[in-house]
């Protein structure tokens, strides 16, 4: 973005000095709240997360209804499902959830919020990036709809114990809802690897991170519309992104 009309890229505004910087405010937090407690009495960690922002060509019409609101709508039904559950204490992993804003250019939010863990940065004082044992990304899942049923992919960025403990935990939900005729799936073995998601940030940063990517395409990505002013909620099932969350 840039404040004069002629500078149409990033080498004409830079040299213009008019280019507009890119930034945000990415959100996170923790169920139950996490303490200051050291490194050796902590949980390993489990964070779910979502993007929350999007870009089209004009600026103040950017909808991201399937992406990425689809996903954060689901990531915030579960958190608040979750919420009124009591001893949360006591389960075994901590969950932490963090909706990353500035995603759509370069993944800003994810690469600064991993980079402020580095730093020991006040924002995001609690988590031990050493403790990040899963990663559960949800992406478009606005979509999720074939033959009737409601069909999403889980892409796992590798193959481990911890990626498939994700996958069965997601079938193990979706089961659970019995008449609602959701099925969560693994994505094709062929597919090169995770879709681009902020997972990817993560995976840079340590490579043996597990984490899963849940969409509600296999091998082709399906929004016609990603990016664009047309990325309307009038094209997608609101519904399903419900039913998705209450598999958390």
């Given amino acids: 973005q840039t404040t004069k009309a002629e500078t149409n890229g990033s080498e004409s505004c830079l040299k213009e000095q008019s280019c507009l910087p890119l930034g ?32 089209s060509f004009f600026r103040d019409r950017s909808l991201g209804a399937d992406s990425p609101i689809s996903g954060l709508i689901a990531l915030l039904t579960a958190v608040d499902a979750l919420s009124h559950l009591h001893d949360l204490g006591k389960l075994k992993k901590q969950l932490v959830f963090a909706a990353f804003d500035g995603e759509a ?8 919020f991993l980079q402020e863990l580095d730093e020991g940065d006040d924002s995001v004082n609690g988590i031990n990036s050493s403790m990040i044992e899963q ?26 114990s911890i990626s498939k403990k994700i996958l069965d935990g997601l079938q193990s ?16 073995s062929s597919n090169p690897g995770v879709p681009p998601s902020s997972l990817m940030s993560f995976m840079r940063k340590n490579t043996s991170t597990s984490g899963v990517v849940l969409e509600d395409f296999d091998s082709q990505f399906s929004n016609r519309f990603y990016h664009s002013h047309l990325d309307s ?3 997608l099932t609101v519904h399903r992104c419900a039913h998705l969350s209450h598999q958390r």
């Fill in 24 to 55: 945000g405010q990415s959100v996170w937090a923790s169920l139950p709240p996490m303490s200051n407690a050291s490194a050796e009495h902590q949980k390993p960690i489990i964070m779910v997360v979502a993007s929350q922002d999007s870009a």
């Fill in 105 to 112: 250019w370069g993944y800003l939010g994810s690469r600064k």
């Fill in 135 to 160: 990663v559960l990304e949800i992406g478009s899942v606005g979509k999720g709809i074939s033959q009737g049923d409601t069909l999403f992919y889980a892409h796992a960025s590798r193959n481990s």
């Fill in 173 to 188: 939900g979706s089961d659970s809802l019995g008449s609602d005729n959701v099925k969560v799936k693994p994505a094709a």
């Fill in 233 to 235: 909620p009038g094209k």
